[in-house]
């Protein structure tokens, strides 16, 4: 039997072409695709300010995982791809910022460029929802 499932979209450029959902939910879980650090106009937000534009991403999980009827202490894990891992205090102290002493677990990995060269991350979160 198939799941029933709760898609949430923001609507970007991306979702569209590629036939994804920003958020999905199945039963209690709870999945965020890749978040980048996308402004309200759709351009990258606080080109080149690693710390802004983490927790740009986090603003964007939160607001999906609202619409989910869940919040930020429903995450489980988070991960984060990153293109310059010699910043990654940066990153980690928006992730401390964000998360508090809710503390989920975190995966940080280094690749080698996102969708928009002015992107320094993109963070995916998974959840388990009231």
């Not at 980048?36 to 080109?47: E, K, L, N, Y």
Request: net charge negative; glycine share 10%.
């Amino acid at each position: 039997m198939t799941p029933d499932f709760q898609r949430f979209s923001t609507g970007n450029q991306w979702e569209r072409a590629y036939a994804f959902s920003r958020g999905v939910r199945a039963g209690d879980l709870i999945f965020i695709g890749g978040t980048a650090p996308v402004a309200a106009d759709g351009s990258t937000f606080a080109p080149g300010d690693a710390r802004a534009q983490t927790l740009r991403c986090f603003e964007i999980v939160e607001k999906t995982l609202a619409e989910m009827g869940a919040g930020r202490q429903h995450i489980v894990r988070s991960r984060m791809y990153v293109t310059d891992i010699s910043r990654s205090d940066e990153f980690g102290r928006a992730h401390a910022e964000f998360f508090g002493d809710h503390r989920p677990g975190l995966t940080m990995v280094e690749v080698s460029g996102l969708i928009d060269p002015a992107m320094l991350v993109e963070v995916e979160c998974d959840a388990v929802g009231p």
